[in-house]
């Protein structure tokens, strides 16, 4: 059963400084590993979406990286700003199975 | 990009209510529909995946009595708590899948039984 974790499940760094989220899954079928943005409250904002065949996906400040073979991912945010402040969830969909599964998400604090 | 919108984006209901919850694709065709569940501090759970004309496919532990899933068009799927509890007060979010098997989310529905 694919399971998802993200560490750590909380953050806080002081504004201007970079940082990674990690995201680990316990089965390497995966189709495809997402990563969204969910505000307070709020629906998914989806960031960068990285296909089993690539390695690193680039949206503006925002790199994620993908390593099929260990099971692993992580979120790159450069220049952290107050309103990056939000949770970042990590999700992967499994080859031949529509469902995506979610890890439980790190919420980030970036201060002012 | 594709829009999935969701209806109502709040509701609070009194135990013993039913409360129905309309996810609509806006600018494609949704073959299939997803509905999630999330309660605070917690991930987004799938509750059920429905196929446009077919009854939905419910997760080990998903009561489908208690949550009914229409999905009668390529555009809309409906989510219906039946007899709310406290319990079920939690955050819905519905995607949608057309052709292309991408999911696209809808911006949720929180949903408070008093």
């Known amino acids: 059963k694919q399971e998802v974790t993200q560490i750590p499940a909380a953050l806080s760094v002081p504004e201007g400084e970079n940082l990674v989220l990690n995201c680990s899954f316990t089965?390497?079928?995966?189709?495809?590993l997402q990563w969204f943005r969910q505000d307070p409250g709020k629906g998914l904002t989806s960031l960068l979406l990285i296909q089993s065949s690539q390695r690193e996906q680039t949206s503006g400040r925002l790199n994620a990286s993908l390593d099929k073979s260990s099971g692993r991912s992580t979120l790159y945010i450069a220049a952290s700003q107050p309103g990056d402040s939000a949770t970042y969830l990590c999700a992967v969909r499994e080859v031949g199975d529509d469902k995506i599964i979610f890890g439980k998400g790190t919420r980030l604090h970036i201060l002012p | 990009g594709a829009v999935v919108s969701q209806h109502p984006s709040w509701v609070i209901c009194k135990s013993g209510t039913s409360v129905k919850i309309e996810c609509r694709s806006l600018?494609?065709?949704?073959?299939?529909m997803f509905w999630y569940r999330q309660f605070p501090k917690q991930s987004l759970m799938l509750m059920a995946t429905?196929?446009?004309?077919?009854?939905?496919?419910?997760e080990q532990g998903v009561e489908k009595d208690k949550f009914l899933i229409n999905h009668a068009s390529l555009t809309l799927s409906t989510l219906t708590v039946t007899s709310a509890h406290p319990e079920d007060s939690s955050f819905y979010i519905c995607s949608g899948a057309g052709y292309s098997y991408e999911q696209y989310f809808g911006p949720g529905t929180r949903l408070t039984v008093t």
């Open positions: 429905s196929n446009e004309g077919s009854k939905a496919t419910y």
């Open positions: 089965d390497s079928a995966i189709y495809n």
């Open positions: 600018d494609f065709q949704a073959t299939t």
